[in-house]
């Protein structure tokens, strides 16, 4: 039989245990989100790019990009970079530049050198500090993505496929210079 003093030494222990638990779960915001529903909106939202409809764009981009999706990833750096509906911002737009360029499609990888070559030095170490957070936060491994570029046989154009390599949840985190904010 438990004692009153007793209870009470237990239910703060279980309080202590489960309260950092709580915390940790909040503070990640893990959402469960399924790869076909990831695809349709990166199509939905490049279609919106292309119509010069940004702001729509953004929105569904943004999450996409979130998701590891390397081309929402890449039209987010361009936004940063030009600052179409958003505040530009090179440092946000290299980021983003930099994590898309995990899979190796050239002329995303000539734009971030062209413009990374153009930063001092300074500029270059916190660009380097940017984009390896970003991909630590968006990158490939962390959604356990696999991604690989292919060519459409009837055209030059490049697609980018990505699959899970095992189905599991994903960490979500704040968006840095979101205008929805």
């Known amino acids: 039989m438990i004692t009153g003093n007793g209870l009470l030494k237990k239910i703060i222990?279980?309080?202590l245990i489960?309260?950092?638990?709580?915390?940790?779960?909040?503070?990640?915001?893990?959402?469960?989100?399924?790869?076909?529903?990831?695809?349709?909106?990166?199509?939905?939202?490049?279609?919106?790019y292309k119509r010069g409809e940004y702001k729509k764009a953004f929105k569904i981009l943004?999450?996409?990009?979130?998701?590891?999706m390397k081309q929402p990833q890449y039209l987010m750096a361009i936004m940063y970079l030009k600052g179409q509906y958003v505040k530009q911002s090179i440092a946000t737009g290299m980021a983003?530049?930099?994590?898309?360029?995990?899979?190796?499609?050239?002329?995303?990888?000539?734009?971030?050198?062209?413009?990374?070559?153009?930063?001092?030095?300074?500029?270059?170490?916190?660009?380097?500090?940017?984009?390896?957070?970003?991909?630590?936060?968006?990158?490939?491994?962390?959604?356990?993505?696999a991604c690989n570029k292919r060519q459409a046989l009837d055209s030059r154009k490049v697609r980018i496929h990505c699959e899970l390599r095992v189905d599991r949840v994903s960490p979500r985190y704040e968006l840095e210079n979101d205008p929805e904010k």
């Open 13 to 15: 222990l279980i309080a």
């Open 62 to 68: 943004s999450e996409s990009a979130q998701w590891g």
């Open 18 to 48: 489960l309260i950092p638990a709580i915390n940790y779960a909040s503070e990640r915001k893990v959402k469960i989100k399924y790869l076909s529903s990831i695809e349709r909106d990166e199509r939905v939202g490049v279609r919106y």
């Open 96 to 145: 983003w530049l930099g994590v898309a360029t995990e899979i190796d499609i050239e002329d995303w990888k000539k734009t971030f050198d062209g413009i990374y070559n153009k930063l001092n030095e300074k500029q270059q170490a916190y660009i380097d500090k940017k984009v390896a957070l970003y991909i630590q936060l968006y990158g490939m491994k962390t959604h356990n993505l």
